[in-house]
C-alpha cells in the first residue's frame, strides 16, 4: 500500500517494472518547451521522480540523486515533478544547480500515465526512480511506499556506479 504522510493513495497510470521499455513521454523544460525522453542521449538516464521540489525531502533527493550521480559523464539524470516549470527553474537557481535537468508534467500528465506515478488525491507525482539503459530498457526501479521517506539512495547509487562505463 502506497501513503502520503500516513494516508492511503491510490496511484494511477502503469506501473513498471524492470526488463520493460521506457514508453516516451513528453513534458515541459524551464523554458517551456517540450521535451521528449527520446530527446535526450546517454548511454544511461535516471528519471529521478519528485512530489514537489519545493519540500525538504524532494529537495534532498534531487540534490542527492545529481551530486552522486554527477561524475559519471554517461549517466543523465532528469527530475521530474508536476511543479511548474518557473518554480523549477527558481528551485535550481537558488540551489545553485545550474546543470540540472527538470521537466514538469503537470499539463497533461503523460509521463505519470505512463510510469504511474499520479498520486490521484493529489495529482502530485509519487516518489520513485527509474534507471534506463541505451535501449531504453529499465533496468533499475523503486516506487517508494510512504510518500513522505525518502528513496533507498545507497542501494540507488550502488547500482549505478557497478553499471558499465562507456
Known amino acids: 500500500m502506497k501513503t502520503f504522510k500516513g494516508k492511503p493513495i491510490t496511484l494511477l497510470g502503469d506501473t513498471k517494472k524492470v526488463g520493460d521499455i521506457a514508453p ?3 513534458a ?3 523554458k517551456n518547451e517540450f521535451k521528449s525522453l527520446s530527446d535526450f542521449k546517454s548511454k544511461y538516464i535516471v528519471l529521478n521522480v519528485v512530489p514537489s521540489l519545493d519540500t ?3 529537495d534532498v ?3 542527492t540523486v545529481n551530486s552522486e550521480l554527477a561524475e559519471r559523464e554517461d549517466v543523465l539524470v532528469i527530475t521530474i ?3 511548474l516549470p518557473t518554480a523549477q527553474a527558481r528551485w535550481c537557481g537558488n540551489a545553485g544547480l545550474n546543470n540540472v535537468i527538470t521537466l514538469s508534467d503537470h499539463i497533461d500528465l503523460d509521463f505519470a500515465h505512463k510510469y504511474g506515478t499520479l498520486i490521484k488525491e493529489l495529482r502530485l ?3 520513485s526512480v527509474f534507471v534506463l539503459n541505451e535501449q531504453r530498457e ?3 526501479l523503486e516506487y517508494v511506499d510512504e510518500m513522505s521517506q525518502h528513496l533507498n539512495f545507497d542501494e540507488l547509487i550502488h547500482f549505478i556506479k557497478q553499471s558499465p562505463k562507456e
Open 138 to 140: 529499465i533496468l533499475y
Open 56 to 58: 525538504t525531502v524532494c
Open 24 to 26: 516516451d513521454f513528453k
Open 28 to 30: 515541459l523544460n524551464t
Open 61 to 63: 533527493q534531487a540534490r
Open 81 to 83: 515533478s508536476n511543479d
Open 125 to 127: 507525482q509519487a516518489r
